[in-house]
């Protein structure tokens, strides 16, 4: 939302922050990278100065509140399942707001055809930079991999690690930035 307004998000951790990594099974999660596709990458910036923001922030969040509170409530249950399906309709409403490529579309269809997986989104401006795939626990994830191979897409994450990101001592918090 910071970088559609052209701004800069600044996390505030409380202490009713909850960490819920390991509520989940982070192995089922896979991601490709859609780089070395010509013609594919969108400019942030001048994906964002040709949209009509007026209407358009208002209607995208509240329709993706319902995929990001299943998405919650999927990660803290560890429901891989759901978690998949939340991940689907946060895609459907990106996708019914305009705001996925048609290539992407078309991966996203390609993934969905295979048993193996349980939900996929696009990443990135118009979901053009990668697709993040999430697989079912055990899954062969062979098949999967060749589909997105097939399709010109590099893998570049089979499972996510915890990484504990950047930090800020308390003196850097009150002296801002």
Known sequence: ???????????????????????????????????????????THEHLKNQDLTDKIGAVSTDLKKALNLGIASIKKGD?????????????????HRLEIQRTSEDRRAFSELSEVLGVKG?????????????????????????????????????????PGLRMTKDERTHGF
Request: overall charge neutral.
């Open 1 to 43: 939302m910071a970088q559609l307004c052209g701004g800069v998000a600044l996390y505030t951790p409380s202490s009713s922050c909850v960490d819920v990594w390991p509520f989940f099974d982070w192995s089922t999660v896979l991601v490709f990278s859609a780089t070395e596709q010509s013609g594919r990458k969108v400019a």
């Open 80 to 96: 891989v399942k759901n978690f998949g399906e939340a991940v689907n309709i946060y895609g459907d409403v990106l996708r019914s």
């Open 123 to 163: 990443t990135g401006a118009m979901q053009s930079d990668a697709l993040v795939v999430i697989a079912k626990p055990g899954a062969d994830k062979t098949k999967i991999i060749t589909v997105a191979k097939q399709r010109g897409l590099r893998l570049v994450a089979d499972g996510i690690a915890q990484e």
